[in-house]
């Protein structure tokens, strides 16, 4: 009897029962493991390589101080290769001329010229007033009118100028001389100069209002009907 109520007294206590409600569960510190935010995987590594994070701060600051540089560079550059063109003079026309006759009245002379447009763009427009003289050894001899032509670039015109003189009277002694001499045939030394306004349309259709002047030298064989040119020399440049 005594050893089975020492059994009971010494019995295991029934499980408790457990009733639904809310528990606190208390976890040790030293337990507790957190992982941290990317952001600070990324400042570690920076303090770890600091070389990197100032290799990209310098390839930063490269980057804003060169493009400003670049692209100004640039710009200069185009505006060397366009501007020129744009702003560039037009340039005078080449004359030369080609054939030389004395009329029959005998004061007025017929000058056949060679006009050829050098500009590479655009066109040239002679406008009025535009005169022409012909002169032996500084004496005027004739004058004559320049015709109102237009020429695109890089073309030629073939022109005719009609020299008027007042009488023969009025040329100087050795002219007249060679004029009346037919046997000696004594070469004869003219000069030619046209004042030449015109009117240029060059590039973006920008027109321009510019003089040209035209000098020309220019030998004879003879004052006759068939007369030939021997030489000459014309100079075209801008007033």
Do not use: W
């Amino acid at each position: 009897m005594d050893s089975e109520r020492a059994r009971s007294s010494y019995s295991l206590p029934d499980p408790p029962i457990f009733s639904s409600g809310t528990y606190v569960v208390q976890i040790p510190k030293d337990q507790i493991y957190r992982i941290p935010p990317p952001e600070n995987a990324l400042i570690v590594e920076r303090h770890r390589n600091p070389s990197v994070e100032s290799s990209q701060h310098r390839r930063s600051c490269c980057l804003r101080f060169f493009l400003p540089i670049t692209a100004l560079l640039l710009v200069i550059i185009l505006l060397a290769v366009l501007l020129p063109p744009l702003l560039a003079s037009p340039k005078p026309p080449i004359v030369k001329i080609t054939t030389f006759k004395l009329a029959p009245s005998g004061h007025d002379f017929h000058i056949k010229l060679n006009i050829h447009n050098p500009n590479s763009i655009g066109s040239m427009s002679f406008k009025s007033p535009s005169h022409a003289f012909l002169s032996f050894r500084k004496h005027e001899l004739a004058t004559a009118k320049f015709p109102l032509i237009q020429q695109e670039h890089g073309s030629e015109e073939h022109v005719t100028l009609v020299f008027h003189a007042k009488s023969s009277s009025s040329f100087p002694k050795e002219f007249k001389r060679r004029m009346e001499d037919k046997k000696s045939k004594l070469h004869v030394a003219m000069s030619l100069k046209m004042n030449l306004p015109a009117e240029t349309i060059g590039r973006l259709s920008m027109h321009r209002n510019v003089e040209f002047v035209v000098v020309c030298s220019f030998t004879v064989n003879t004052l006759e009907k068939n007369s030939k040119i021997l030489s000459h020399d014309c100079e075209s440049k801008r007033q």
